[in-house]
């Protein structure tokens, strides 16, 4: 079975200052991750991906993550926060391949930024 | 595009009545997935199809709920009947699987769906 785990329901940081919302895995075999964003009320809005090459990913808004395979981590990266970055982040994993497959999605976590 | 369609945006039913979720994928997608979102439980996968066929129901949660795509454009998420506990937000989401996917799955904006 495969599962995703986002250590922190919430995360604070000041305008202008980097941010970091952590993401482990585990999944049999090569993972696709993802990161989606929420916003209130809204459905889920696609930021990245990591599917091959290059561990480093930039993705939509700035974002980036970069994907560990020996920690098993795709932690979630912005050099420089801004308030309107305040949302509800999800990381997600499905197992590597061909075809497309069911998401597994973590618990998500609050990313406050205050100005 | 218009993106994925959900319909209705919000539903407020009794329990004990029937409830009938529609989806309307992106337009030449050839998966289709239906989500749930709880507080308790996060974000879960109920079903998916491929080109209009389930291929793994198995978090459909009992057998009130059934789902159903009859043809490529359009998809069904019907409870019957509605209980309390399945209050929750639910999410159908479609992707392009094929050879020269991009693997990323699209969300609707979601039917916030209150049983009383």
């Known amino acids: 079975a495969q599962s995703v785990a986002q250590p922190e329901d919430q995360v604070n940081v000041a305008e202008g200052n980097p941010l970091t919302v952590k993401c482990t895995y585990s999944v049999s075999g090569n993972p696709y991750l993802f990161w989606y964003v929420q916003y209130p009320n809204r459905g889920l809005q696609f930021l990245l991906k990591y599917i091959t090459g290059d561990n480093l990913v930039k993705g939509s808004y700035g974002f980036e993550a970069e994907f560990n395979k020996s920690q098993t981590s795709f932690h979630l990266k912005k050099p420089s926060a801004l308030v309107s970055d305040s949302a509800l982040y999800f990381c997600a994993v499905r197992r590597g391949g061909g075809g497309a497959d069911g998401l597994t999605f973590g618990k998500g976590t609050h990313l406050i930024i205050q100005p | 595009d218009a993106g994925v369609i959900q319909s209705p945006r919000h539903e407020v039913t009794e329990m004990g009545q029937e409830v009938t979720l529609r989806c309307k994928p992106i337009s030449g997608h050839d998966y289709l997935f239906w989500y749930r979102q709880t507080m308790m439980r996060g974000l879960e996968l109920l079903i998916y199809?491929?080109?209009?066929?389930?291929?793994?129901d198995s978090g459909m949660p009992e057998d009130r709920f059934s789902a159903k795509m009859p043809n490529a454009s359009f998809s069904t998420l019907k409870i019957q009947p509605s209980e309390p506990r399945d209050s929750a937000v639910y999410f159908c989401?479609?992707?392009?699987?094929?050879?020269?996917?991009?693997?990323?799955?699209?969300f609707g904006p979601g039917t916030r769906l209150t049983v009383l």
């Open positions: 199809f491929n080109n209009n066929v389930p291929i793994d």
């Open positions: 989401a479609s992707s392009l699987g094929r050879t020269g996917g991009h693997h990323e799955q699209f």
